[in-house]
């Protein structure tokens, strides 16, 4: 069984440019959430996606957005990029029944903004 | 709005030694809260959790914490370390099973031979 799958593990871009990461949820699993982590903070909630929609959104600025397909799998875009964006990005999935209660967390891409 | 801070951005215990990380919590309404484990290059693991009932908690790997209310705290223990949990650990916080959850700036603890 699969656990939470992110790619790509690493990415570098320049600054101005629009980056896709993508996460595949735990099997069975039918909601996704977006952490941002900077070197040395702790995760910072991005958004949630359940059934194609965003559900709960953190303080990011509209650069940042989402998309949940009908297999669950998600993808977070990040346009007009800044320096400051880069960080490792952390992708979690979880049962909608069971909430963040069980949260399982992907290894993450790690974005170099240059 | 909830958060959550971590005295302590490092801490060293010898191998057989307590450790003990710390987190405070605020929140305007009865909490559930959270210990995560993440190690080099990974993404964060559940250690435990507290959400309502007995308020010693314990998790995998030995550890447990005790949520106190009259303190807003949620400090993480274990009794002997060992050279594995040498990593950074989370204290998080939420408002309920559907609301988002808060993390701490985390505690990087090192485990000395």
């Known amino acids: 069984d699969a656990g939470v799958t992110q790619s790509p593990t690493h990415l570098i871009k320049t600054r101005g440019q629009q980056v896709t990461l993508r996460c595949s949820p735990k099997s069975g699993h039918d909601t996704v959430s977006w952490y941002q982590q900077a070197l040395g903070q702790g995760p910072q909630f991005i958004f949630q996606y359940y059934e194609e929609e965003e559900r709960q959104r953190g303080n990011f600025p509209d650069r940042f957005s989402g998309h949940q397909f009908p297999n669950y799998s998600s993808e977070l875009n990040v346009n007009a990029l800044l320096l400051g964006d880069s960080a490792l990005y952390l992708c979690?999935?979880?049962?909608?029944?069971?909430?963040?209660?069980?949260?399982?967390f992907g290894s993450g891409t790690q974005l170099s903004v240059l | 709005a909830q958060s959550v801070t971590q005295l302590g951005s490092h801490v060293s215990v010898s191998e057989g030694a307590l450790v003990l990380l710390r987190c405070n919590y605020s929140s305007s309404v009865p909490p559930y809260l959270f210990w995560y484990v993440q190690y080099p290059n990974q993404g964060l693991q559940l250690l435990l959790k507290?959400?309502?009932?007995?308020?010693l908690v314990k998790g995998i790997n030995g550890f447990e914490a005790e949520f106190k209310k009259s303190e807003t705290s949620f400090h993480l223990t274990k009794p002997s370390a060992h050279m594995s949990d040498a990593a950074e650990y989370f204290c998080a916080v939420t408002t309920s099973s559907y609301d988002k959850v808060i993390f701490g700036p985390g505690t990087s603890l090192s485990v000395i031979p």
């Open positions: 507290y959400t309502t009932g007995a308020t």
């Open positions: 979690a999935s979880s049962l909608t029944l069971t909430g963040v209660e069980k949260l399982f």
